[in-house]
């Protein structure tokens, strides 16, 4: 069974910067895709970024410039570098595990999910 466990949110001022990390286990890490998507109260579950297993990278235009997307296939990690983060930044974020080493925004090519970890951004 795959796990992924996300941690790094918290509370930060605008224009700050957080990083967050998703250890993931249960499989082949290097050989799929990993994404990370969040949720604001009230809202759908959004597409953020993805890297694909051959480390390919798309982002969401609402982040594109501040937030960079990472992985390390030697201790299954994969990171969230957020910067220059906005209020409506604000929201839960999910690390989540693709079907195959490709995976875009939809949802439905992702088929392992973490449990999520807040980041809240104050104005």
């Known amino acids: 069974q795959v796990q992924l466990v996300e941690f790094g949110g918290g509370l930060v001022q605008a224009g700050g910067s957080l990083r967050l990390s998703c250890a993931a286990s249960g499989r082949a890490f290097s050989n799929y895709a990993m994404g990370w998507f969040r949720q604001a109260p009230g809202k759908e579950r959004e597409f953020v970024t993805t890297?694909?297993?051959?480390?390919?990278?798309d982002y969401a235009d609402s982040v594109k410039g501040r937030f960079t997307i990472s992985r390390n296939n030697a201790n299954d990690m994969v990171y969230l570098q957020m910067n220059s983060l906005k209020p409506e930044d604000t929201a839960v974020y999910y690390c989540a595990a693709g079907r195959t080493g490709w995976a875009s925004f939809n949802r439905d090519e992702y088929v392992y999910w973490g449990q999520g970890t807040q980041v809240t951004v104050s104005s």
């Open positions: 890297i694909r297993s051959n480390g390919n990278t």
